[in-house]
């Protein structure tokens, strides 16, 4: 491998091409290409079996899943969330005619913190909809709590927490719902792809008929719907990778356990710990650049860059510092102390299934090197 090559914050996991060919020959072979084909619907089940969870709805991506989940409960009005992730978890809100308002994070989670949910709930919110951020669960039975007493719904967009387990369980079994995206920049892919993981069978079918412009038969339309279909080219895809899934996570778990080792003596960087109890999946490598190290994390960013790895500032800008949301009330910077003291702390390590020992001595050495200068 080229020394100098670029280093990406992450790569999708590929398995050999040859290996998909025989799927492809039989998508061809039976001439079906999406509408719940049979690579649609195996996937289905073995992503239940895989993750352990009941009932699983397919969706053609994330963004449209977590549109789809808004709509399948009828959320309106206000609802409370993380400024601390990716745009989508606010759009998937306005595409809905839903207010965002948002709630601090937990500086020692970055997930939401529950007192400020509670306080941040008015006659007009009707749902929370929190994030596993980089797939350290949220504190769901806080949740569970200020939910139950308010009425409220509780959609997770859990885009960051394929096969997290807490105490045995999947994570994706709190709230109402919970939301995955199989996006190519995720730990599990379909190049772009997504779920919603629903609790009982009633639930599923009504978000199956919402993600096909709310057909329920030949002569029945139940809702208007929209089109969130994964293809059966997706879905195949998803299949082979599925064989590759536990030997990639392990791989990362490990890549995690290595930039630990190598960072922990390095003043100024703290790494995120992990959570009691919890089987995480190495998703996202996230280091807070504090006032000990002798750079700031712009600094280091750039001078990463300069030298071919990409690291990501995610979640900078906070979503709340966008335009379509700046004006609101409760995205003032004041309202949202950590999400804006962490946002201008944090480096996304690069971490992915072949980032090789190398590469991580590469990149550590680096990082250390900054520290000295
Ligand atoms: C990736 C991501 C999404 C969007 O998923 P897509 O499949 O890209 O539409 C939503 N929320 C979070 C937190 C994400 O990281």
């Known amino acids: 491998m080229n020394e100098d090559a670029p280093i990406f914050v992450t790569q999708p996991l590929l398995p050999p091409l040859d290996q998909l060919m025989p799927y492809l020959e039989q998508i061809w072979a039976n001439k079906y290409v999406t509408n719940g084909g049979p690579f649609h619907q195996q996937l289905e089940a073995a992503l239940c079996e895989?993750?352990?969870?009941?009932?699983?709805?397919?969706?053609?991506?994330?963004?449209?899943?977590?549109?789809?989940?808004?709509?399948?409960?009828?959320?309106?009005?206000?609802?409370?969330?993380?400024?601390?992730?990716?745009?989508?978890?606010?759009?998937?809100?306005?595409?809905?005619?839903?207010?965002?308002?948002?709630?601090?994070?937990?500086?020692?989670?970055?997930?939401?913190?529950?007192?400020r949910i509670e306080a941040a709930i008015t006659p007009a919110t009707t749902a929370i909809m929190p994030v596993h951020c980089y797939g350290r669960p949220c504190d769901v039975q806080a949740i569970d709590t200020i939910a139950r007493r308010h009425s409220l719904k509780v959609i997770y967009d859990a885009a960051h927490a394929f096969a997290v387990r807490q105490d045995g369980t999947s994570v994706l079994t709190h709230g109402d719902?919970?939301?995955?995206?199989?996006?190519?920049?995720?730990?599990?892919?379909?190049?772009?792809?997504?779920?919603?993981?629903?609790?009982?069978?009633?639930?599923?079918?009504?978000?199956?008929?919402?993600?096909?412009?709310?057909?329920?038969d030949e002569v029945t339309v139940s809702a208007p719907g929209i089109n969130g279909k994964m293809s059966e080219f997706n879905a195949a895809f998803g299949l082979l990778q599925l064989k590759h899934i536990e030997l990639a996570l392990?791989?990362?778990?490990?890549i995690d356990r290595h930039y630990r080792e190598a960072?922990?003596?390095?003043?100024?960087?703290?790494?995120?710990?992990?959570?009691?109890?919890?089987?995480?999946?190495?998703a996202y490598f996230p280091i807070l650049v504090g006032r000990a190290?002798?750079?700031?994390?712009?600094?280091?960013?750039?001078?990463?860059?300069?030298?071919?790895?990409?690291?990501?500032?995610?979640?900078?800008?906070?979503?709340?510092?966008?335009?379509?949301?700046?004006?609101m009330p409760s995205a003032d910077p004041a309202n949202l102390p950590a999400a804006s003291q962490i946002a201008r702390q944090v480096l996304c390590l690069p971490i992915f299934p072949d980032l090789s020992a190398d590469q991580i001595k590469r990149i550590v050495g680096l990082i250390r090197q900054a520290c000295r200068a």
């Not at 199989?182 to 779920?195: Q, R």
Request: with cysteine.
């Open 50 to 115: 895989h993750l352990g969870v009941k009932h699983i709805s397919l969706f053609a991506n994330g963004t449209i899943a977590l549109m789809t989940a808004l709509q399948s409960l009828g959320v309106k009005g206000e609802v409370i969330t993380t400024p601390y992730s990716f745009v989508a978890t606010a759009h998937a809100m306005m595409w809905n005619g839903i207010k965002p308002v948002f709630a601090d994070i937990d500086p020692a989670t970055f997930n939401l913190d529950p007192a």
């Open 250 to 254: 392990d791989k990362r778990r490990a």
């Open 263 to 282: 960072l922990a003596d390095v003043p100024g960087i703290t790494c995120l710990p992990h959570a009691a109890g919890v089987v995480a999946n190495g």
């Open 177 to 216: 719902l919970s939301v995955l995206s199989f996006h190519g920049t995720k730990v599990f892919h379909t190049f772009e792809g997504g779920a919603i993981v629903s609790p009982d069978s009633a639930t599923k079918r009504h978000i199956d008929n919402l993600k096909n412009f709310g057909i329920v």
């Open 293 to 327: 190290y002798h750079a700031s994390r712009d600094e280091l960013y750039q001078k990463l860059r300069d030298a071919g790895v990409v690291a990501r500032r995610y979640f900078y800008p906070l979503i709340s510092d966008f335009p379509m949301y700046r004006t």
